[in-house]
């Protein structure tokens, strides 16, 4: 693993986090990554999303919750998600020196607990949502954006058309109470995992391609 590996206490607990700089350009901004519920700070997905974002100036941090640091499939409960990811950006800020902008947010799950801080008024300078999990696979009755109208800082999502976790029209709806400075941009054929299929005409790495160019440009506007 390349970057910066630190331990990061927890409560009475610990994980790991690692720092990645970009690996082109000045860095124009600290992204602070959190992983799915499946998935965790060194899965395919997580390290595809952080490699392209590192490519467009953007500086990384990965983490895993606690529940994957200790080799547990059972997803903590949001708090500890939660105060897992507050304590990462804290050390973030100790070790980097508050950098500005500094982003939280992160795959799926991950995304949606930052999410949750960032509704109850977290200090940070943006919000950028890979996959935001809107409802379970086929239970859109299970709506999870009760929380999304409460936050004001800016936000980036972005979700595949064929995302079930995520049906467009629902999170159009949802949107529609949110006053945020919030930035929805669709990849077209992309699955919950930012995957297309061959038929689409385009691959894997286009869409990652996309989605480091979409945050490259988002990030050039948000203010700190």
């Not at 693993?1 to 990061?8: A, C, I, Q």
Request: hydrophobic share 40%; aromatic share 6%.
């Amino acid at each position: 693993m390349s970057g910066t590996e630190w331990r990061v206490a927890v409560g009475t607990e610990e994980t790991r986090a690692v720092y990645e700089p970009p690996s082109s350009g000045a860095e124009s901004a600290v992204f602070v990554c959190a992983h799915g519920a499946g998935g965790s700070m060194s899965d395919r997905s997580t390290l595809a999303a952080a490699n392209a974002l590192r490519s467009r100036g953007i500086g990384v941090v990965r983490f895993n919750f606690l529940y994957k640091e200790k080799g547990s499939g059972r997803p903590d409960p949001m708090p500890k998600l939660m105060a897992t990811t507050t304590a990462v950006v804290d050390r973030v800020r100790a070790e980097l020196g508050s950098p500005r902008p500094l982003i939280i947010g992160g795959r799926s799950m991950g995304g949606r607990a930052a999410s949750m801080l960032a509704a109850e008024g977290y200090d940070a300078d943006g919000l950028l949502l890979l996959a935001y999990p809107l409802h379970p696979p086929g239970q859109p009755e299970k709506m999870r954006d009760a929380h999304l109208p409460r936050i004001t800082m800016p936000v980036l999502c972005m979700n595949g058309t064929r995302d079930a976790f995520c049906t467009p029209a629902l999170m159009e709806r949802a949107l529609a109470t949110v006053t945020a400075p919030w930035e929805m941009h669709w990849l077209d054929g992309a699955d919950h995992s930012f995957h297309v299929p061959k038929s689409s005409g385009r691959n894997d790495v286009a869409l990652l391609a996309e989605v480091a160019d979409v945050s490259e440009r988002w990030v050039r506007t948000l203010k700190h």
